[in-house]
């Protein structure tokens, strides 16, 4: 084969894209075995490292491409990669609760308790505060992570598609058309691990379920990360004790105040939610 034969990049891009999307389109998955051929993916690497580009970039795009086919029936977020992703993170460095630090911050509990009992006519919580470990946190916290979250995702989507739309040549606006479902899957792919990478980062930070500023724990519930109140209190001259107090006093009066006036709950979620609804993404 001369070199005037050679398959060139503007040749094998555009028949992998139309390949992918027809095969989505139709309903298939591409990426499976049998799917798209091996030789040609061969040829992509290959001219991505003589432009200068990391071939292995196409590994782990082809990983999550694949992983959106799998899970993108309804073309949304894979919940379960999101959680798996923060899991990870925050279990990184397994700590289970030790007895000792269990009571100091369950006595921690019942005094703030005592104290705003008296300084407030806000009702106590139904169920006692508790030391939680960092995966529990996430556990915990997931379910508003998911609303928060959602509106981004889909304002991502949408804009990956509308991208592809303005800069692909018209004899595949059909196939982008009908292959929405997998692009919608594969930014839902990308968000998902996106998402879970910050949640697990945040399980390593927070000390209570409060920090957040916004209430992402179950309404009523109020909880102290031992591990993280550790390491908060490492660089401080402050008595553990007077500390855990603190933080006590602060995580129930949080969590008291978002069971009792429900509707600030509801408002403050509403106007994150509707703030992530307006997000533009910018295809430039």
Known sequence: MTSDDSPRPEDDFPEFLRKLFEDAG???????D????????KRLSEQMGAAGIDPAMLQPLMQSMQQAFATAGDGGISWDAAKRQALHLAN???HAITAGEKTDHEQAFA????????????????????????????????????????????????GLIDAL?????????????????????????MFA???????????????????VGIPVMPAGAAAIVPQNFADLGRGLEIP??????????????HARLFRHAKWLRLQAIGQVTDFARGVDIDVE
């Open 26 to 32: 139709a309903g298939g998955n591409p990426l499976a």
């Open 34 to 41: 049998g799917g798209l051929d091996p030789e040609q993916l």
């Open 92 to 94: 990184q460095e397994g």
């Open 111 to 158: 005094l703030a308790e005592l104290w705003l009992s008296e300084a407030t006519t806000i009702s106590e919580l139904a169920e006692p505060a508790r030391p939680i470990t960092r995966g529990e946190w996430v556990e915990l916290t997931l379910p508003v992570w998911q609303e928060l979250a959602e509106p981004v995702a889909t304002s991502m989507a949408d």
């Open 165 to 189: 739309r303005a800069q692909s040549p018209d004899d595949m606006q059909q196939m982008l058309d009908g292959a929405g479902r997998m692009l919608r899957g594969i930014g839902g792919q």
């Open 193 to 211: 691990g996106q998402l879970g990478h910050v949640i697990g980062k945040l399980s390593r930070e927070v000390v209570s379920g409060g920090d």
């Open 240 to 253: 553990d004790d007077q500390l855990a107090l603190y933080i006590a006093a602060r995580e129930l009066a």
